[in-house]
């Protein structure tokens, strides 16, 4: 599965994006996943509340089923102006 990271998510991880192997389920289970590889992902999922996720390209809940997904995309909340 791809994961991309975009802003500030990006930054504390350190990468654009990524290829990873997944057993999860949900978003949130490919969180936790990610939240115990290494501190920098502790860190950048520490928040949810402060995160948006997209899956391949649809906005989606942190419940969301990963079944057949071939991307997953995190996000600060966008702002217009």
Known sequence: MN?????????RI??????VD???RTVLDLVEE?????????????DLSGLRVAVDQELADFDASLDGVR???????MTGG
């Open 34 to 46: 990610l939240r115990a590889r290494e501190e920098r992902y502790a860190v950048a999922f520490s």
């Open 14 to 19: 350190g990468l654009p994006r990524e290829k």
């Open 3 to 11: 994961i991309l990271y975009f802003a500030w998510v990006r930054e």
């Open 22 to 24: 997944t057993s999860a």
């Open 71 to 77: 991307e997953v995309a995190f996000f600060p909340p």
